[in-house]
Structures are given as C-alpha cells and as structure tokens.
C-alpha cells in the first residue's frame, strides 16, 4: 500500500466534521491536495461491508430501554482505466453504525423501487430479543443483517451493470442505499443526477495492478 488518507474521492472532501477514523493495517496519514480543476469521469465502483461488531445501548427515553447498534467497515474499490487496461485500484473504507428498524426501512424503500427481487426477504423481528438483546442474539442478527446487507449490494450492482447509460454503480440505483452505506451528496454537482461522495472519514489506500 502506497499511502493512506482522509480525503473524498478525487480529492473532492464532504463537509468535515469530528469524527473517528477507523485506519486498517498501518496509521492514516492525512494529505492535503487542490481540488481539480475540472471533474473527471468516474471510473468503475464496487461496495462491500464486512462485519465489525454488534453493542447494547441504554437509551432511558426510547421505548427499548437497551438499544442494539450494528457496526460495519463499508469497503469501495475504485479501478482507474487507462489505455484500455487498468492503471490500478483505489480502496476507500469508512465505518457505519445502523439499527434493526433502519435495514427495515432499506429494505421498504428498495421494494418500492423494485431493486429487490420478491423472494429476498430481510431478518424477522423478534419482539422479545428485541427488548433484551442476549449475546447470542447479537451474534445471529449480525449474521442475518450481513448477509441481507450482501444481497442487497449485490442485487444493486446488477441494476446498475443492466442499465449502465442509468446507473453508474450502485450507489446511483437507490439514494437510501447510497445514504445508508454513508455516502454524501455533493453540493457542487451541477448535473441533474446527484454525485455521491465518500464520507469525511473514509481512509484510502493505492494498490498497483500489475
């Protein structure tokens, strides 16, 4: 890895805010480089997520007293083409942290959209696990959610390679996708179409295909 940095991509940066930085391998290192002078074609986005942990909140005013909260590293590989081969890839990862009820609502809005084909279904929810979430309970929603979460991508990335003059990957198939893997409008766009940037706190990293 050639280097490391918390920048968007581009080295087009969403709005700062404090925030932690999750550095995988060696420390991030922060650069500071001038934004381009004009826009550059966005080559090829893929998104994964793995798995990152599960945690019990206490939330005195909310109707669950103990609040389960769902951690996972979202990883984006961009591949830069050039001459007709790839120059190399790009690696951006950043964490998010969702609910039971927000994989719910994904999911609602993406069966409206009809990204979902029927048969894939989300986790079913356990009224009583839910109120007292066990460990045990943690581990087998976490695997239920990380497998969805999964499908979901990947049924949205085959959106997005059959229509390719629509989407230019997944990101642009469903705009609650985009905000739930953490993703951020760009408010310079002037396209009709929003332009989805990486969070503030996304670590890169440069790896040469050879």
């Not at 994964?48 to 990883?75: L, Q, T, Y």
């Not at 929810?125 to 581990?139: A, G, W």
């Not at 003059?165 to 469903?174: E, G, I, P, Y």
């Amino acid at each position: 890895w050639a280097q490391q940095s918390r920048r968007g991509r581009w080295g087009r940066r969403a709005p700062s805010h404090p925030t932690s930085t999750m550095a995988l391998g060696s420390a991030a290192q922060t650069l500071v480089s001038p934004l381009p002078s004009r826009r550059r074609r966005r080559s090829g986005r893929h998104f994964s997520v793995i798995f990152d942990g599960a945690r019990v909140e206490e939330k005195p005013k909310a109707m669950c007293r103990k609040v389960a909260f769902f951690d996972f590293c979202v990883v984006c590989h961009e591949r830069q083409p050039y001459s007709g081969r790839y120059a190399g890839c790009t690696e951006y990862s950043w964490k998010i942290s969702r609910r039971f009820s927000q994989f719910t609502a994904l999911d609602a809005q993406l069966r409206t959209s009809r990204v979902l084909p029927p048969a894939v279904m989300p986790p079913r929810k356990t009224y009583i696990s839910h109120f007292r979430p066990s460990k045990e309970f943690l581990r087998l929603r976490s695997a239920e959610l990380l497998q969805f979460l999964l499908v979901v991508l990947d049924a949205a990335a085959a959106r997005a390679a059959a229509q390719p003059k629509t989407f230019r990957d997944c990101a642009d198939v469903s705009p609650f996708l985009a905000h739930f893997l953490g993703l951020q409008v760009d408010c310079g766009c002037e396209d009709d179409a929003p332009e989805w940037v990486l969070p503030p706190d996304a670590v890169e990293r440069r790896a040469a295909l050879v």
